[in-house]
Protein backbone atom coordinates (compact mmCIF):
# COMPACT_ATOMS: atom_id res chain seq x y z
CA UNK A 1 0.00 0.00 0.00
CA UNK A 2 2.83 2.32 0.99
CA UNK A 3 4.53 1.80 -2.61
CA UNK A 4 0.93 2.26 -4.41
CA UNK A 5 0.70 5.42 -2.44
CA UNK A 6 4.21 6.78 -3.27
CA UNK A 7 3.53 6.02 -7.15
CA UNK A 8 0.45 8.15 -6.78
CA UNK A 9 2.03 11.08 -5.37
CA UNK A 10 5.04 10.75 -7.68
CA UNK A 11 2.59 10.37 -10.83
CA UNK A 12 0.87 13.82 -8.99
CA UNK A 13 3.84 15.83 -8.54
CA UNK A 14 5.22 14.78 -12.76
CA UNK A 15 1.56 16.40 -14.16
CA UNK A 16 1.48 19.41 -11.58
CA UNK A 17 5.43 19.87 -12.45
CA UNK A 18 4.41 19.90 -16.44
CA UNK A 19 0.88 21.78 -16.09
CA UNK A 20 3.33 24.71 -14.17
CA UNK A 21 5.81 24.41 -16.95
CA UNK A 22 3.10 25.26 -19.42
CA UNK A 23 1.33 27.45 -17.43
CA UNK A 24 4.63 29.65 -17.06
CA UNK A 25 5.16 29.05 -20.97
CA UNK A 26 1.95 29.97 -21.70
CA UNK A 27 2.47 33.18 -19.41
CA UNK A 28 5.29 34.17 -21.32
CA UNK A 29 3.50 33.92 -24.60
CA UNK A 30 0.76 36.25 -24.09
CA UNK A 31 3.36 38.19 -23.05
CA UNK A 32 5.66 38.45 -26.68
CA UNK A 33 2.42 37.12 -28.96
CA UNK A 34 1.28 41.09 -28.92
CA UNK A 35 1.97 43.12 -31.98
CA UNK A 36 5.75 42.96 -31.69
CA UNK A 37 7.48 46.32 -33.19
CA UNK A 38 10.81 46.86 -34.51
CA UNK A 39 13.21 48.56 -36.83
CA UNK A 40 15.17 46.95 -39.46
CA UNK A 41 18.41 46.72 -37.39
CA UNK A 42 16.42 45.12 -34.53
CA UNK A 43 15.76 47.81 -32.52
CA UNK A 44 12.52 48.64 -30.75
CA UNK A 45 10.49 51.37 -32.78
CA UNK A 46 8.18 54.12 -31.48
CA UNK A 47 5.69 56.56 -32.83
CA UNK A 48 5.45 56.02 -36.76
CA UNK A 49 8.17 53.97 -37.12
CA UNK A 50 6.26 51.24 -36.16
CA UNK A 51 5.35 49.28 -39.29
CA UNK A 52 6.59 45.70 -38.46
CA UNK A 53 4.34 43.15 -36.42
CA UNK A 54 4.73 39.46 -35.01
CA UNK A 55 3.29 37.38 -37.77
CA UNK A 56 -0.75 36.76 -37.19
CA UNK A 57 -2.01 33.64 -35.53
CA UNK A 58 -4.70 32.11 -32.64
CA UNK A 59 -3.45 31.01 -29.02
CA UNK A 60 -5.04 27.37 -29.54
CA UNK A 61 -6.30 26.40 -26.22
CA UNK A 62 -5.62 27.13 -22.80
CA UNK A 63 -2.31 26.20 -22.01
CA UNK A 64 -1.95 23.42 -24.07
CA UNK A 65 -1.68 25.75 -27.17
CA UNK A 66 -1.74 23.86 -30.50
CA UNK A 67 0.55 21.33 -29.24
CA UNK A 68 -1.82 18.60 -29.75
CA UNK A 69 -3.47 19.87 -33.03
CA UNK A 70 0.00 19.53 -34.46
CA UNK A 71 1.04 16.17 -32.57
CA UNK A 72 -2.68 15.01 -34.26
CA UNK A 73 -1.82 15.96 -37.59
CA UNK A 74 2.11 14.52 -37.38
CA UNK A 75 1.09 11.38 -36.30
CA UNK A 76 -1.37 10.97 -39.49
CA UNK A 77 -0.46 10.35 -43.24
CA UNK A 78 -0.74 14.03 -43.81
CA UNK A 79 1.53 15.74 -41.64
CA UNK A 80 0.75 19.27 -43.32
CA UNK A 81 -2.91 19.18 -41.68
CA UNK A 82 -2.29 21.80 -39.13
CA UNK A 83 -0.19 24.08 -41.42
CA UNK A 84 -2.59 24.29 -44.09
CA UNK A 85 -5.36 24.52 -41.80
CA UNK A 86 -3.61 27.67 -40.03
CA UNK A 87 -2.19 28.67 -43.29
CA UNK A 88 -5.73 29.45 -44.99
CA UNK A 89 -6.36 31.92 -41.51
CA UNK A 90 -3.52 33.66 -41.07
CA UNK A 91 -1.25 32.79 -44.63
CA UNK A 92 1.58 30.86 -44.80
CA UNK A 93 3.85 32.34 -42.12
CA UNK A 94 2.11 32.58 -38.88
CA UNK A 95 2.73 32.47 -34.69
CA UNK A 96 0.90 29.72 -32.94
CA UNK A 97 1.60 28.30 -29.26
CA UNK A 98 3.41 24.96 -28.74
CA UNK A 99 5.05 23.56 -25.41
CA UNK A 100 3.71 26.46 -23.78
CA UNK A 101 6.31 28.32 -25.97
CA UNK A 102 6.00 30.83 -28.93
CA UNK A 103 6.62 29.87 -32.79
CA UNK A 104 6.70 30.85 -35.83
CA UNK A 105 5.53 28.02 -38.38
CA UNK A 106 5.88 28.73 -42.16
CA UNK A 107 4.80 26.75 -45.29
CA UNK A 108 6.32 29.91 -47.74
CA UNK A 109 9.05 28.45 -49.58
CA UNK A 110 10.94 32.13 -49.47
CA UNK A 111 11.10 32.42 -45.96
CA UNK A 112 11.87 29.09 -45.42
CA UNK A 113 14.55 29.30 -47.54
CA UNK A 114 15.74 32.68 -46.07
CA UNK A 115 15.80 30.70 -42.42
CA UNK A 116 18.23 28.41 -43.77
CA UNK A 117 20.45 30.36 -45.18
CA UNK A 118 21.09 32.94 -42.41
CA UNK A 119 21.60 29.67 -39.98
CA UNK A 120 24.17 31.07 -37.73
CA UNK A 121 23.74 34.11 -38.59
CA UNK A 122 20.20 35.07 -37.52
CA UNK A 123 18.79 31.45 -36.57
CA UNK A 124 20.35 28.35 -34.88
CA UNK A 125 18.80 25.07 -34.62
CA UNK A 126 17.02 23.82 -31.30
CA UNK A 127 16.22 20.61 -30.36
CA UNK A 128 14.62 19.17 -27.31
CA UNK A 129 16.98 18.39 -24.44
CA UNK A 130 16.98 14.80 -24.66
CA UNK A 131 17.76 15.10 -28.48
CA UNK A 132 20.51 17.01 -27.37
CA UNK A 133 21.92 15.13 -24.45
CA UNK A 134 21.86 12.00 -26.74
CA UNK A 135 23.30 13.40 -30.06
CA UNK A 136 25.82 15.03 -28.02
CA UNK A 137 27.69 18.81 -27.34
CA UNK A 138 30.20 17.94 -29.88
CA UNK A 139 27.87 16.66 -32.64
CA UNK A 140 27.68 18.51 -36.16
CA UNK A 141 23.59 18.08 -35.69
CA UNK A 142 23.62 20.36 -32.46
CA UNK A 143 26.60 22.32 -32.36
CA UNK A 144 26.86 25.99 -33.61
CA UNK A 145 29.23 28.55 -34.96
CA UNK A 146 32.71 27.70 -36.59
CA UNK A 147 33.01 23.98 -34.52
CA UNK A 148 29.35 23.40 -36.64
CA UNK A 149 30.76 24.61 -39.85
CA UNK A 150 34.38 22.69 -39.36
CA UNK A 151 32.65 19.22 -38.55
CA UNK A 152 30.22 19.98 -41.52
CA UNK A 153 33.09 20.68 -43.35
CA UNK A 154 34.94 17.23 -42.52
CA UNK A 155 31.94 15.08 -43.04
CA UNK A 156 31.00 16.67 -46.24
CA UNK A 157 34.81 15.66 -47.68
CA UNK A 158 34.55 12.43 -46.46
CA UNK A 159 30.97 11.99 -48.61
CA UNK A 160 31.02 13.79 -51.94
CA UNK A 161 30.68 11.81 -54.89
CA UNK A 162 34.54 10.96 -55.58
CA UNK A 163 35.08 9.42 -51.93
CA UNK A 164 31.32 7.71 -52.95
CA UNK A 165 33.02 6.06 -55.90
CA UNK A 166 36.24 5.10 -54.31
CA UNK A 167 35.42 3.95 -50.53
CA UNK A 168 31.73 3.31 -50.55
CA UNK A 169 30.11 1.60 -53.77
CA UNK A 170 32.08 -1.59 -53.24
CA UNK A 171 31.50 -1.94 -49.08
CA UNK A 172 27.67 -1.20 -49.87
CA UNK A 173 27.17 -3.54 -52.31
CA UNK A 174 28.78 -6.79 -50.33
CA UNK A 175 26.68 -5.20 -47.34
CA UNK A 176 23.60 -5.73 -49.45
CA UNK A 177 24.79 -9.31 -50.44
CA UNK A 178 25.11 -9.76 -46.54
CA UNK A 179 21.98 -8.41 -45.36
CA UNK A 180 19.39 -8.68 -48.29
CA UNK A 181 19.73 -11.39 -50.57
CA UNK A 182 19.41 -14.59 -48.52
CA UNK A 183 15.81 -14.49 -47.46
CA UNK A 184 14.08 -17.94 -48.30
CA UNK A 185 11.32 -18.07 -51.08
CA UNK A 186 7.82 -17.29 -50.07
CA UNK A 187 9.13 -16.08 -46.65
CA UNK A 188 7.76 -12.81 -44.82
CA UNK A 189 9.11 -9.99 -43.49
CA UNK A 190 8.25 -7.15 -41.92
CA UNK A 191 10.39 -4.16 -43.96
CA UNK A 192 10.82 -2.02 -41.70
CA UNK A 193 12.52 -3.87 -39.58
CA UNK A 194 14.49 -5.07 -41.98
CA UNK A 195 15.97 -1.94 -43.49
CA UNK A 196 16.13 -0.78 -39.30
CA UNK A 197 16.73 -2.56 -36.66
CA UNK A 198 15.19 -5.85 -36.05
CA UNK A 199 14.73 -9.48 -37.43
CA UNK A 200 11.86 -10.67 -40.00
CA UNK A 201 9.03 -12.38 -38.72
CA UNK A 202 10.16 -15.67 -39.97
CA UNK A 203 12.25 -16.98 -37.38
CA UNK A 204 14.22 -19.20 -40.15
CA UNK A 205 16.37 -16.40 -40.65
CA UNK A 206 19.00 -14.77 -38.04
CA UNK A 207 18.72 -10.73 -37.91
CA UNK A 208 22.01 -9.97 -39.37
CA UNK A 209 21.94 -12.43 -42.15
CA UNK A 210 18.39 -11.04 -43.16
CA UNK A 211 17.98 -7.54 -41.68
CA UNK A 212 19.85 -4.81 -40.55
CA UNK A 213 20.20 -3.14 -43.70
CA UNK A 214 20.90 0.74 -42.80
CA UNK A 215 22.80 0.08 -39.63
CA UNK A 216 25.27 -2.58 -40.81
CA UNK A 217 25.81 0.01 -43.44
CA UNK A 218 26.67 2.59 -41.13
CA UNK A 219 28.79 1.16 -38.58
CA UNK A 220 30.50 -1.16 -41.28
CA UNK A 221 31.49 1.95 -43.14
CA UNK A 222 32.08 4.08 -40.17
CA UNK A 223 33.52 1.63 -37.64
CA UNK A 224 34.63 -0.98 -40.07
CA UNK A 225 32.71 -3.60 -37.57
CA UNK A 226 31.18 -6.85 -39.62
CA UNK A 227 31.18 -9.55 -37.00
CA UNK A 228 27.36 -10.32 -36.72
CA UNK A 229 26.90 -9.89 -33.12
CA UNK A 230 28.51 -7.09 -32.61
CA UNK A 231 26.31 -5.43 -35.73
CA UNK A 232 23.51 -6.83 -33.77
CA UNK A 233 24.54 -5.47 -30.79
CA UNK A 234 24.88 -2.04 -32.50
CA UNK A 235 21.39 -2.45 -34.19
CA UNK A 236 19.59 -3.06 -30.47
CA UNK A 237 21.65 -0.02 -29.02
CA UNK A 238 20.77 2.18 -31.34
CA UNK A 239 16.96 1.25 -31.29
CA UNK A 240 17.34 2.23 -27.42
CA UNK A 241 18.86 5.68 -28.60
CA UNK A 242 16.47 6.33 -31.18
CA UNK A 243 13.48 6.05 -29.07
CA UNK A 244 14.92 8.42 -26.21
CA UNK A 245 15.17 10.76 -28.88
CA UNK A 246 12.05 12.61 -28.63
CA UNK A 247 11.31 11.46 -25.38
CA UNK A 248 11.07 13.28 -21.56
CA UNK A 249 14.15 13.89 -20.46
CA UNK A 250 13.65 11.73 -17.28
CA UNK A 251 17.35 9.58 -16.49
CA UNK A 252 15.17 7.08 -14.06
CA UNK A 253 14.92 3.34 -14.82
CA UNK A 254 12.20 2.52 -16.64
CA UNK A 255 11.99 5.73 -19.31
CA UNK A 256 13.02 5.53 -22.87
CA UNK A 257 15.59 8.52 -21.84
CA UNK A 258 17.00 6.54 -18.95
CA UNK A 259 17.62 3.23 -21.57
CA UNK A 260 18.62 5.58 -24.57
CA UNK A 261 21.65 7.72 -22.37
CA UNK A 262 22.94 4.13 -21.30
CA UNK A 263 22.92 2.68 -24.91
CA UNK A 264 25.03 5.94 -25.49
CA UNK A 265 27.98 5.48 -23.09
CA UNK A 266 27.76 1.68 -24.81
CA UNK A 267 27.94 3.48 -27.75
CA UNK A 268 30.91 5.90 -26.86
CA UNK A 269 32.57 2.77 -24.75
CA UNK A 270 32.64 0.67 -28.73
CA UNK A 271 33.86 3.69 -30.93
CA UNK A 272 36.73 4.58 -27.70
CA UNK A 273 37.93 1.08 -27.91
CA UNK A 274 38.02 1.07 -32.26
CA UNK A 275 39.61 4.53 -31.36
CA UNK A 276 42.36 2.82 -29.36
CA UNK A 277 43.07 -0.33 -31.12
CA UNK A 278 44.17 2.21 -34.45
CA UNK A 279 46.18 4.22 -32.31
CA UNK A 280 48.05 0.76 -30.89
CA UNK A 281 48.22 -0.71 -34.49
CA UNK A 282 48.36 2.60 -36.49
CA UNK A 283 46.45 4.32 -38.31
CA UNK A 284 47.29 2.39 -41.61
CA UNK A 285 44.70 -0.49 -40.77
CA UNK A 286 42.03 -0.54 -42.94
CA UNK A 287 38.53 0.38 -40.87
CA UNK A 288 35.41 -0.40 -42.83
CA UNK A 289 36.09 2.91 -45.89
CA UNK A 290 38.57 4.43 -43.69
CA UNK A 291 36.36 7.32 -42.31
CA UNK A 292 37.37 7.38 -38.45
CA UNK A 293 40.85 6.17 -39.78
CA UNK A 294 41.02 9.72 -41.87
CA UNK A 295 39.62 11.37 -38.99
CA UNK A 296 42.58 10.33 -36.52
CA UNK A 297 44.87 11.22 -39.21
CA UNK A 298 43.92 14.07 -40.70
CA UNK A 299 41.86 15.92 -37.67
CA UNK A 300 42.82 17.97 -34.62
CA UNK A 301 39.84 16.55 -32.80
CA UNK A 302 39.24 14.55 -29.40
CA UNK A 303 38.37 11.64 -28.37
CA UNK A 304 35.42 13.05 -27.40
CA UNK A 305 34.64 14.93 -30.62
CA UNK A 306 35.29 12.01 -32.57
CA UNK A 307 32.59 9.95 -30.95
CA UNK A 308 29.77 12.23 -30.80
CA UNK A 309 30.94 12.96 -35.07
CA UNK A 310 30.43 9.44 -35.28
CA UNK A 311 27.23 8.74 -33.43
CA UNK A 312 25.69 11.76 -35.47
CA UNK A 313 26.55 10.36 -38.91
CA UNK A 314 25.17 6.47 -37.72
CA UNK A 315 22.19 8.10 -36.08
CA UNK A 316 21.56 10.06 -39.39
CA UNK A 317 22.79 7.55 -42.05
CA UNK A 318 20.57 4.92 -40.11
CA UNK A 319 17.39 6.68 -39.17
CA UNK A 320 17.01 8.78 -42.74
CA UNK A 321 18.00 6.11 -45.08
CA UNK A 322 16.24 3.48 -43.82
CA UNK A 323 13.15 5.04 -43.63
CA UNK A 324 13.37 6.75 -47.00
CA UNK A 325 14.10 2.51 -48.54
CA UNK A 326 11.39 1.69 -46.54
CA UNK A 327 8.83 4.31 -48.36
CA UNK A 328 10.28 3.88 -51.71
CA UNK A 329 9.16 0.20 -51.41
CA UNK A 330 5.98 1.45 -50.06
CA UNK A 331 5.12 3.98 -52.76
CA UNK A 332 6.54 1.16 -55.69
CA UNK A 333 3.83 -1.48 -54.10
CA UNK A 334 1.20 1.17 -54.27
CA UNK A 335 2.25 1.97 -58.23
CA UNK A 336 2.91 -1.11 -60.31
CA UNK A 337 3.52 0.86 -63.08
CA UNK A 338 6.91 2.51 -61.46
CA UNK A 339 7.61 -0.72 -60.09
CA UNK A 340 7.48 -2.21 -63.86
CA UNK A 341 9.84 0.48 -65.22
CA UNK A 342 12.16 0.16 -62.10
CA UNK A 343 12.15 -3.47 -62.48
CA UNK A 344 12.99 -3.27 -66.36
CA UNK A 345 16.28 -0.59 -65.64
CA UNK A 346 17.62 -3.21 -62.55
CA UNK A 347 17.16 -5.90 -64.89
CA UNK A 348 18.90 -4.02 -67.54
CA UNK A 349 21.87 -3.51 -65.53
CA UNK A 350 22.34 -6.79 -64.01
CA UNK A 351 22.65 -8.44 -67.03
CA UNK A 352 25.33 -6.10 -68.30
CA UNK A 353 27.24 -6.52 -65.40
CA UNK A 354 26.60 -10.14 -65.05
CA UNK A 355 28.10 -11.19 -62.00
CA UNK A 356 30.19 -8.62 -61.42
CA UNK A 357 29.34 -5.87 -58.93
CA UNK A 358 27.88 -2.46 -60.06
CA UNK A 359 30.12 0.11 -61.10
CA UNK A 360 29.58 3.62 -60.73
CA UNK A 361 28.74 3.97 -64.44
CA UNK A 362 26.12 1.93 -63.65
CA UNK A 363 24.89 3.67 -60.81
CA UNK A 364 24.85 6.83 -63.49
CA UNK A 365 22.72 5.04 -65.41
CA UNK A 366 19.89 4.75 -62.88
CA UNK A 367 17.99 7.60 -64.31
CA UNK A 368 14.43 6.56 -63.70
CA UNK A 369 15.24 4.91 -59.85
CA UNK A 370 16.58 8.37 -59.03
CA UNK A 371 13.11 9.84 -60.21
CA UNK A 372 11.61 7.51 -57.71
CA UNK A 373 14.31 8.45 -54.84
CA UNK A 374 13.03 12.25 -55.13
CA UNK A 375 9.54 11.41 -55.32
CA UNK A 376 9.47 9.54 -52.04
CA UNK A 377 11.60 12.30 -50.27
CA UNK A 378 9.01 14.79 -51.50
CA UNK A 379 5.91 12.63 -50.06
CA UNK A 380 7.65 11.11 -47.69
CA UNK A 381 10.59 12.80 -46.47
CA UNK A 382 11.54 11.93 -43.16
CA UNK A 383 13.09 16.14 -42.19
CA UNK A 384 9.44 17.05 -42.19
CA UNK A 385 9.95 20.31 -40.81
CA UNK A 386 13.18 22.07 -39.46
CA UNK A 387 14.05 23.48 -36.18
CA UNK A 388 15.32 26.97 -35.37
CA UNK A 389 15.32 29.81 -32.97
CA UNK A 390 15.65 33.27 -33.42
CA UNK A 391 19.21 34.59 -32.31
CA UNK A 392 18.36 38.24 -32.28
CA UNK A 393 15.19 40.23 -33.34
CA UNK A 394 14.80 39.31 -36.72
CA UNK A 395 12.87 41.71 -39.29
CA UNK A 396 11.00 39.62 -42.47
CA UNK A 397 11.05 42.11 -45.33
CA UNK A 398 10.04 40.03 -48.13
CA UNK A 399 7.24 38.75 -50.60
CA UNK A 400 4.33 39.16 -48.18
CA UNK A 401 2.00 40.96 -47.57
CA UNK A 402 3.28 42.56 -44.61
CA UNK A 403 6.73 42.81 -43.11
CA UNK A 404 7.18 41.44 -39.51
CA UNK A 405 9.70 41.19 -37.06
CA UNK A 406 10.68 37.56 -35.14
CA UNK A 407 11.74 38.31 -31.51
CA UNK A 408 14.97 36.72 -30.07
CA UNK A 409 14.67 33.32 -28.43
CA UNK A 410 11.16 32.66 -30.86
CA UNK A 411 10.87 29.51 -32.12
CA UNK A 412 11.10 28.87 -36.03
CA UNK A 413 9.74 25.95 -37.45
CA UNK A 414 10.15 25.81 -41.31
CA UNK A 415 7.32 23.06 -42.36
CA UNK A 416 9.34 21.29 -45.43
CA UNK A 417 6.62 18.94 -45.86
CA UNK A 418 4.03 21.87 -46.46
CA UNK A 419 6.08 23.02 -49.47
CA UNK A 420 6.63 19.52 -51.08
CA UNK A 421 3.10 18.74 -50.43
CA UNK A 422 1.72 21.94 -52.05
CA UNK A 423 -1.05 21.91 -54.95
CA UNK A 424 0.42 25.04 -55.87
CA UNK A 425 3.79 24.25 -56.58
CA UNK A 426 3.14 20.16 -57.93
CA UNK A 427 0.13 19.44 -59.40
CA UNK A 428 -1.33 16.23 -58.17
CA UNK A 429 0.82 16.64 -55.02
CA UNK A 430 -0.76 13.88 -53.17
CA UNK A 431 0.03 11.06 -55.62
CA UNK A 432 3.04 9.39 -56.39
CA UNK A 433 4.47 10.07 -59.74
CA UNK A 434 7.77 9.62 -60.31
CA UNK A 435 7.34 11.06 -63.71
CA UNK A 436 6.83 14.74 -62.64
CA UNK A 437 11.17 14.83 -62.07
CA UNK A 438 11.33 14.12 -66.14
CA UNK A 439 9.09 17.43 -66.75
CA UNK A 440 10.71 20.39 -67.58
CA UNK A 441 9.17 22.69 -65.48
CA UNK A 442 10.04 20.69 -62.37
CA UNK A 443 13.97 20.76 -63.34
CA UNK A 444 14.90 23.71 -61.69
CA UNK A 445 12.85 22.50 -58.51
CA UNK A 446 14.59 19.17 -58.65
CA UNK A 447 17.96 20.65 -57.77
CA UNK A 448 17.64 20.14 -53.68
CA UNK A 449 21.10 21.89 -53.48
CA UNK A 450 19.49 25.27 -54.29
CA UNK A 451 15.70 25.05 -54.51
CA UNK A 452 12.72 26.42 -51.97
CA UNK A 453 10.26 24.24 -53.70
CA UNK A 454 12.33 20.93 -53.21
CA UNK A 455 14.39 20.43 -49.33
CA UNK A 456 14.63 16.92 -48.17
CA UNK A 457 17.85 17.34 -47.17
CA UNK A 458 17.51 20.54 -45.39
CA UNK A 459 19.62 23.86 -46.84
CA UNK A 460 22.04 26.88 -46.28
CA UNK A 461 25.12 25.65 -43.95
CA UNK A 462 23.36 22.45 -42.67
CA UNK A 463 22.40 20.95 -45.77
CA UNK A 464 23.17 16.96 -44.87
CA UNK A 465 26.84 15.91 -45.89
CA UNK A 466 25.38 12.69 -46.45
CA UNK A 467 22.81 13.68 -49.11
CA UNK A 468 24.61 11.85 -51.99
CA UNK A 469 25.77 8.27 -49.63
CA UNK A 470 22.12 7.87 -48.81
CA UNK A 471 20.71 8.43 -52.69
CA UNK A 472 23.88 5.58 -53.24
CA UNK A 473 22.64 3.05 -50.51
CA UNK A 474 18.47 3.38 -51.32
CA UNK A 475 19.43 2.54 -55.04
CA UNK A 476 21.55 -0.07 -54.52
CA UNK A 477 19.18 -1.51 -51.61
CA UNK A 478 16.59 -0.66 -54.71
CA UNK A 479 18.56 -2.75 -57.23
CA UNK A 480 19.06 -5.89 -55.10
CA UNK A 481 15.75 -6.41 -54.05
CA UNK A 482 13.85 -5.69 -56.98
CA UNK A 483 16.37 -7.86 -59.37
CA UNK A 484 16.44 -10.73 -56.66
CA UNK A 485 12.85 -10.96 -55.22
CA UNK A 486 8.76 -10.10 -55.99
CA UNK A 487 6.82 -9.53 -53.65
CA UNK A 488 3.34 -9.20 -52.42
CA UNK A 489 1.65 -6.98 -49.45
CA UNK A 490 0.38 -8.65 -46.65
CA UNK A 491 -1.50 -6.26 -44.75
CA UNK A 492 -2.38 -2.32 -45.73
CA UNK A 493 -0.30 0.22 -44.17
CA UNK A 494 -0.02 4.10 -43.70
CA UNK A 495 2.45 6.41 -42.76
CA UNK A 496 3.12 8.60 -39.20
CA UNK A 497 6.00 10.28 -38.55
CA UNK A 498 5.41 10.76 -34.68
CA UNK A 499 7.45 10.14 -32.85
CA UNK A 500 9.45 9.49 -35.91
CA UNK A 501 8.90 8.38 -39.21
CA UNK A 502 7.45 4.95 -39.93
CA UNK A 503 4.53 2.71 -41.61
CA UNK A 504 2.03 1.66 -38.68
CA UNK A 505 2.37 -2.09 -39.86
CA UNK A 506 5.86 -2.28 -40.64
CA UNK A 507 4.89 -3.40 -44.29
CA UNK A 508 4.52 -6.82 -44.60
CA UNK A 509 5.71 -8.67 -47.63
CA UNK A 510 5.93 -12.07 -48.56
CA UNK A 511 9.21 -12.44 -51.42
CA UNK A 512 9.07 -14.67 -53.91
CA UNK A 513 13.02 -15.19 -55.39
CA UNK A 514 13.76 -14.32 -58.91
CA UNK A 515 16.65 -17.63 -58.97
CA UNK A 516 19.24 -15.22 -59.10
CA UNK A 517 21.73 -17.22 -57.90
CA UNK A 518 24.46 -15.63 -59.79
CA UNK A 519 23.63 -12.58 -56.86
CA UNK A 520 26.65 -14.14 -54.32
CA UNK A 521 29.18 -12.28 -52.62
CA UNK A 522 32.14 -12.87 -54.52
Not at 366 to 373: A, D, G, K
Request: hydrophobic share 40%; proline share 4%; aromatic share 10%.
Amino acid sequence: MITDQWVVYGITTFLLFIVATLFLGRFDLLKKTRKYHCLADGSKASGDDRKQYFPPGGRGWPVVGHTLSCLNAISSSHPPLFVEQQAKRYGKVFSCSLMGKQAVMSSDPAFNCFVMQNEGRLFQSSYPKSFRDLVGKNGVITMQGEQQRKLHGIASSMMHLEQLKLHFLKGIQLVMLDSICDFSDNQVVVLQDVCRKASPIDNQATPIERGNVAINLMVNQLLGISKESEIEEMARLFSDFVDGCLSLPINLPFFAYHTAMNARKTIVSKINSTIDRLRTKGCSEEVGNGVLRRLLNEESLADEAIADFIINLIFAGNETTAKTMLFAVYFLARSPNALKKVQAQHEALRKAAGEEMLTWENYKEMHFTQCVIDETLRLGGIAIWLMREAKVDVTYEGHLAADFCIPRGCSVIPFISAVHLDETVYRGALEFDPWRWTDSENKEKRNWKKSPFYCPFGGGARLCPGAELARLQIALFLHYLVTTYSWKQIKEDRMSFFPSARLVNGLQLRLSRRNRDHLSTP
